[in-house]
């Protein structure tokens, strides 16, 4: 808690006149923390990244007659290499049900259940480790490597830029749980564990937007 006392020289308060703000608290959830806003920035600023690559991607089909693209430099030719589906649905399926145990977790930090918040915070993690090696099973089912064409290219980006936002809500998931393990689950954690709920709400979600891109999008303009 604040102990100290602050000068507040606003009208209407004499000389000497304070504010006592000790009863206030240090963490608050949501919106009315600064750190909220910061984080819904960070996904702001990550969220124009992954639309710039879309915009490219259906920008460069502008340049080929057919897409994706032929791949003729392979014996047999592949005439319609559109990208697997199974792994890249497995994820999809993965991904999106991940919100259930991200959303009881976030509950339980909230009301301080440490245990229920360690088991979550554990559950999402080997989430995370899932969707990362699905991720790289999936590579190999574009047919195409980052550097074959500029549809493979703006593709590949798609995919890794997005595996970047899982190994990063992954890394701080497990920093998270060996805090909460070796410490007492305060408030300013708790909030932690809320804010990281928000992030993998919305890597659940771009990951839908991408996948229907990169999937379906290909097999329709075919």
């Not at 007659?65 to 032929?70: A, F, N």
């Not at 440490?114 to 089912?141: D, N, S």
Request: hydrophobic content about 50%.
């Amino acid at each position: 808690m604040v102990s100290a006392a602050v000068d507040v020289p606003t009208s209407g308060y004499g000389p000497g006149q304070t504010i006592d703000v000790s009863a206030l608290p240090v963490d608050v959830f949501d919106w009315r923390s600064p750190v909220w806003w910061g984080n819904l920035l960070a996904i702001l600023i990550e969220t124009t990244t992954l639309a710039l690559l879309v915009t490219s991607y259906f920008y460069l089909k502008r340049n080929f007659s057919e897409w994706p693209p032929p791949k003729v430099e392979v014996f047999p030719p592949i005439y319609r290499p559109v990208p697997e589906l199974t792994w890249p649905t497995i994820n999809l399926v993965l991904l999106v049900l991940s919100c259930v145990p991200m959303y009881l977790t976030d509950v339980a930090a909230r009301r301080k259940n440490r245990m229920g918040t360690l088991l979550g915070l554990l559950v999402i993690f080997l989430v995370a480790v899932a969707a990362t090696f699905i991720r790289f099973r999936e590579f190999p089912g574009i047919h195409f490597k980052w550097n074959d064409n500029a549809y493979g290219s703006v593709v590949w980006w798609m995919l890794a830029t997005h595996l970047t936002y899982i190994l990063a809500a992954g890394a701080e998931f497990l920093i998270l749980f060996f805090w909460v393990l070796t410490h007492k689950l305060d408030e300013s954690h708790a909030l932690d564990v809320t804010l990281g709920g928000g992030y993998w709400y919305w890597v659940a979600g771009t990951w839908v937007v991408v996948y229907v891109v990169v999937y379906w999008s290909a097999r329709m303009m075919s």
